[in-house]
């Protein structure tokens, strides 16, 4: 069975600094996708970034960039130039790569802190 | 392109009534999820649909919720009779087709049910 873990259950940064937010997971298939998906205070669960196993890239989108780490089985989001904005609950997921089942972990609360 | 809808926003029931949910996805999207959110977790998934057809209620409670999609488009998840630990975000979602990861899901505002 596939689990996701965070690694903080509370962040905070300055506006305009970097943060990063770690997460790990355990799966023992070797093609899969995951997630960080953003949650601010209205519930709305807000695709972030997503990264496929098989791709040796890291994604990246504007401010957001992953660093995967395959064998280490980790998955860390690195927001730069944070804004009040980015205040929000972030989670790792997990999907199967024929498989929808999106696993979610805890959550980290991110404040970013004007 | 309207997203997700879904009602109401809130419900507060008393353990042991019935309480039902409505989900009204992203237009064309073949592909309907029903999520648990327990306060301080992640979601949980409860039941997948294809179309009308249920892909996935493994982590459904089929004692006391059920869901329909009869006509392939809106949904709804119903618990009857609702217990305390029942409290949570109840969020819906849709994608375009089943299948893995690379089919995005997009999520609705969720509804938040308090029991008492």
């Known amino acids: 069975a596939q689990t996701v873990t965070r690694s903080q259950p509370e962040m905070s940064v300055q506006e305009a600094e970097t943060v990063t937010l770690s997460c790990t997971y355990d799966t023992s298939e070797s093609n899969y996708y995951l997630f960080w998906y953003k949650q601010p205070p209205s519930r709305q669960m807000i695709l972030v970034i997503r990264?496929?196993?098989?791709?040796?890239q890291n994604a990246t989108e504007n401010r957001f960039s992953v660093n995967f780490q395959k064998a280490a089985k980790s998955f860390s989001l690195k927001i730069s130039d944070s804004q009040l904005g980015d205040t929000a609950m972030y989670f790792c997921a997990f999907t199967s790569y024929n498989n929808n089942d999106m696993r979610f972990g805890a959550g980290t609360r991110l404040t970013v802190k004007p | 392109e309207a997203g997700v809808a879904q009602s109401p926003r809130y419900k507060i029931i008393e353990k042991r009534q019935s309480v039902a949910f409505w989900c009204n996805p992203i237009?064309?999207?073949?592909?309907l999820y029903w999520y648990q959110q327990i306060l301080g977790q992640g979601p949980k998934l409860l039941i997948q649909f294809q179309n009308n057809g249920v892909v996935d209620d493994s982590q459904l409670p089929k004692d006391r919720f059920s869901a329909e999609r009869l006509k392939g488009v809106d949904s709804t998840l119903k618990i009857q009779p609702a217990k305390l630990e029942d409290s949570a975000v109840y969020l819906c979602?849709?994608?375009?087709?089943?299948?893995?990861?690379?089919?995005?899901?997009?999520f609705g505002p969720g509804t938040r049910l308090t029991v008492l």
């Open positions: 990264q496929e196993a098989y791709k040796q």
């Open positions: 979602a849709s994608s375009l087709r089943a299948g893995g990861g690379y089919n995005e899901q997009f």
């Open positions: 237009s064309g999207h073949a592909t």
